[in-house]
Structure formats: C-alpha cells, structure tokens
C-alpha cells in the first residue's frame, strides 16, 4: 500500500518549559489537523514521542503545503521540522494508528529528518518526483521568512488572508488601512502569494 508518511519533530524539544501544557496544546493543534485534512488522512496525526514528534499518514499530499503552513502557525513561535515521503506502507493487523504502520515510506522519512537536523531547512519532501528537491527549496523559502515576521505582520497577514481587502483587515483591527497596506509591503506579500499559489499548483498537479 503506498502512502504519504508526515513525520515531524519539534526543533529544541528540551528547551519546552511545562512541557505537560505544550503537550495539551499540541493535542488540540492535532485535533485541529484531524478536522481539516479527514478527507485524505489514512492515519490520524497523533504524538509518537512525547511532545518531540508527530506523525501522520496520508492518501495525496495535493493540500501539503496548506497543511503545513497552518502546522507551524498553530505552533509559532515554536518551530517543527517535517519530512514528507511517499512509498510502500505495512500495516500490522487491525493497526489503524500511526504507531501501528512502518516500512519504507516510513524510514524514507525518519532518514530525511535526520538530515533535517544538520540543515537551515525545515522541510524535505520525498514523493519520488524529479522536481522533489525545488519543491522543497520553495517550501523552506516560504516557511523560514515568516519567523523573522513581527507579531503585528504575522496578525495582519493571517487576518488579510481570511478577508482578502485591506479595508475590511483595518476594521477588524482597529488599525489604518495604511497600517495594513505598509504590513503588507514589509513582508513582500504579493510575491510571496504568487510563489504560494506556485507552490499549491505543482502539488495539486504532480502529486496524487
């Protein structure tokens, strides 16, 4: 059976203060996942160590970039590193759980985010295409700006994205809508929306 595995692992886990009450917020991240991404989820997102590691199994990867985008937003400031393959998947008897799957998907996906570690990136996608590796280059070139960003700029964004006018951001902000406009200039946001939309066409068109 072949399938996408996500894996991820939480960059300087040890570093967690109360790490009982990030756990409990995880959970509901992963809850979260678990609503939106049902539809192609052949394995639920659940914790496979602690609060260092998630995992996840999926049928298309098609919405990824959307899935992990709204992954590091629900943990910001926080940062996790995944890695996504696509390949063979063994399920043991009755095992619907992600604990209960393995084979080479699963250690193509370990073994990328090993790798993980050693790099500046945060993201390596494994699907078997020959174009992988840019993918992942314009994954990382989106994910990794967005640390850098303002608590203003990341709120301005988020909200811009669910109303689309600036307008409409500033009244539900109580900011000007030039406050809005020179937030958005800052971060560059039409050309990081158009290599957004780039990014979601290829995987809409290369990936199953």
Request: proline fraction near 4%; hydrophobic fraction near 40%.
């Amino acid at each position: 059976m072949k399938r996408y595995v996500l894996l991820g692992d939480l960059v300087d886990s040890r570093r967690v203060p109360e790490r009982a009450k990030f756990g409990a917020a995880l959970n509901r991240i992963l809850t979260q996942l678990n609503a939106g991404w049902g539809d192609v989820l052949h394995a639920p997102f659940a914790r496979l160590k602690g609060v260092d590691e998630i995992g996840a199994v999926m049928s298309s990867f098609k919405s990824g970039y959307r899935l992990v985008r709204t992954l590091e937003e629900a943990l910001y400031p926080r940062r996790m590193r995944v890695a996504v393959s696509y390949g063979d998947v063994d399920v043991e008897p009755g095992g619907k759980a992600v604990a209960a799957m393995d084979g080479p998907a699963f250690h193509l996906a370990s073994a990328e985010l090993t790798g993980l570690k050693s790099s500046a990136y945060l993201f390596s996608l494994r699907s078997g295409h020959p174009s992988d590796a840019l993918a992942s280059a314009l994954f990382n070139q989106l994910l990794l700006p967005t640390y850098r960003w303002t608590p203003r700029q990341r709120k301005i964004v988020r909200t811009y994205r669910e109303l689309s006018r600036q307008q409409a951001v500033a009244k539900k902000l109580r900011i000007s809508q030039q406050a809005v406009s020179q937030a958005l200039r800052s971060v560059d946001w039409s050309a990081f929306k158009e290599s957004e939309t780039r990014l979601e066409t290829f995987l809409a068109e290369a990936l199953t």
